[in-house]
């Protein structure tokens, strides 16, 4: 089996073994090329010590030399070096207490999490393929180095991280691997927010989203995500439905493009259906409020899950307005449109439109032809560029302060009326007529 390295790569690689070392290329990049996938980097695994590559290249960055790991700059491009070593006892199901350096290559491919990562590559020696990563990935298959328990045992993360490249390869877990998880998918509960967000958005932004059904089955969003297991036990006796939420969710999933954004406000577009569900007389299940209450939850999820303020919001404005369905009148678009912010746009239609597609057969011509008028609404109404924010309005605060009125805060309001106004009758939008309104609304305002 052969690899094309790249040019730098491999310059690092020969640069280490004319200097009487060992070095390979290692993990996600051998993995990813025998599938002939482009590599994200090119990690490389040496049997010399953070020193010892530090003195052979002219550039090179103390990424993590406690773990062993430098990284070489050639031509502004990094490359993570790092010293084959062998994982000391692990403290807490998270990290190793201690890094041990090894001088075989054999002991630093037996640390790693899955037969598929723990294959190495030079043009010397070809595929070092020492735990069968390559017949695994040829079939297809996750499976642990060693025995699965004790893999899970010692880092609880790698439980998700299996989960996280099923998704990514399409791949199926091998038994006893997925066994295991199930039995210790508990101990994820100790492991950071952060190295779960982090493998989560992995997971959503892969091209098999629909595995987190995996994780729900093994028992994993049960420790990170009880709300989806809460999703996946309710159903929906209402005709728009045929799915459970969480089977829904799922389905919908498959339908959003793969965007952080739009993968979590899908996911968590229904999260408060169970909360908000109710049955009426004929038996029917309503979930009256679900998108605003959704939309707190999610909130208090993303928060938990330690994501960035602006992903949050964007995530919670989605929800908020996944289920908003304005009058298709212009008027009544562009009011959409500024109640929701242009920012959420087109974003929104392809919540909407993934959403709709999870559902059941009924009136789906109906609810797609809505969608498509409502987005040629929107398009003509960006296209002809009309006024959708106070910002757009052809005044501005300092503008009505000049024509007479008091700073403070019925500047304000007077702009949120301009706004409606201008929202009905976007030909309403100049200097002249918005300063005239002022004028006649207001004439107790000005100070002659
Ligand atoms: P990606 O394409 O997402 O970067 P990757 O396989 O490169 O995938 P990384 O998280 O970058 O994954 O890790 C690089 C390599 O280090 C892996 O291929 C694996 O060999 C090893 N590794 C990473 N995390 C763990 C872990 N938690 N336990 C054991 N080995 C790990
Ligand atoms: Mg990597």
């Not at 699965?148 to 998700?160: G, K, N, S, V």
């Not at 002809?384 to 009505?400: F, P, R, S």
């Not at 005239?436 to 002659?448: A, C, G, Q, R």
Request: aromatic share 8%; net charge negative; proline share 4%.
């Amino acid at each position: 089996m052969r690899i094309e390295l790249p040019e730098k790569a491999a310059y690092i690689i020969q640069e280490l073994e004319r200097h009487g070392y060992e070095a390979y290329a290692v993990g996600g990049c051998v993995r990813d090329s025998v599938l002939g996938r482009v590599p994200q980097d090119w990690d490389i695994t040496t049997s010399a010590r953070p020193g010892e590559v530090k003195a052979i290249f002219g550039h090179t960055i103390d990424t993590g030399i406690a773990h062993g790991t430098v990284t070489v700059m050639v031509d502004h491009e990094g490359f993570e070096v790092t010293t084959y070593r062998i994982d000391g006892e692990y403290e807490d199901a998270r990290h190793p207490k201690e890094v041990i350096f090894t001088p075989l290559l054999r002991e630093d491919l037996r640390r790693r999490d899955f037969t598929i990562n723990a294959m190495a590559y030079n043009d010397a020696d070809g595929l070092v393929d020492l735990f069968g990563g390559l017949s695994d990935l040829r079939q297809g298959v996750i499976r642990c180095v060693g025995d699965p328990a004790e893999r899970f045992t010692e880092d609880a993360l790698r439980m998700l991280r299996a989960v996280r490249f099923a998704a990514q390869l399409d791949f199926q877990m091998e038994r006893r691997t997925k066994e295991a998880i199930r039995t210790l998918s508990g101990n994820l509960a100790r492991v950071s927010a952060e190295r779960i967000q982090a493998e989560l958005v992995k997971l959503l932004v892969s091209d098999h989203p629909e595995q987190i059904a995996l994780a729900y089955e093994t028992g994993l969003t049960e420790v990170f995500l009880p709300e989806f297991d809460e999703m996946m036990r309710t159903e929906q006796n209402n005709p728009h439905h045929c799915y459970t939420v969480g089977e829904h969710t799922i389905k919908a999933l498959t339908g959003v493009p793969a965007d952080k954004v739009l993968r979590l406000a899908v996911l968590l577009h229904d999260v408060a259906k169970p909360l908000c569900r109710s049955v009426d007389a004929q038996g029917v299940d309503h979930f009256y409020g679900h998108p605003e209450r959704g939309s707190e939850l999610a909130g208090q999820i993303l928060r938990r899950l330690k994501y960035d303020n602006d992903t949050t919001g964007r995530v919670r404005a989605l929800i908020r307005w996944h289920d908003d369905n304005p009058p298709l009148t212009d008027r009544a678009v562009r009011r959409a449109i500024s109640r929701i912010g242009t920012e959420q746009y087109p974003g929104l239609f392809a919540v909407k439109r993934a959403d709709l597609l999870a559902q059941s057969d009924y009136q789906r011509a109906e609810k797609l032809a809505y969608l498509s008028s409502y987005e040629a609404a929107w398009n003509r109404i960006m296209e002809q560029d009309e006024c959708l924010t106070i910002k757009q309005l052809a005044v501005n605060g300092q503008d009505l302060i000049a024509a007479g009125m008091r700073p403070g805060k019925e500047i304000g309001e007077m702009l949120k009326r301009l706004l409606e106004i201008v929202l009905d009758a976007p030909e309403k939008n100049t200097r002249e007529q918005l300063l005239t309104f002022v004028m006649n609304e207001n004439p107790f305002t000005y100070d002659e």
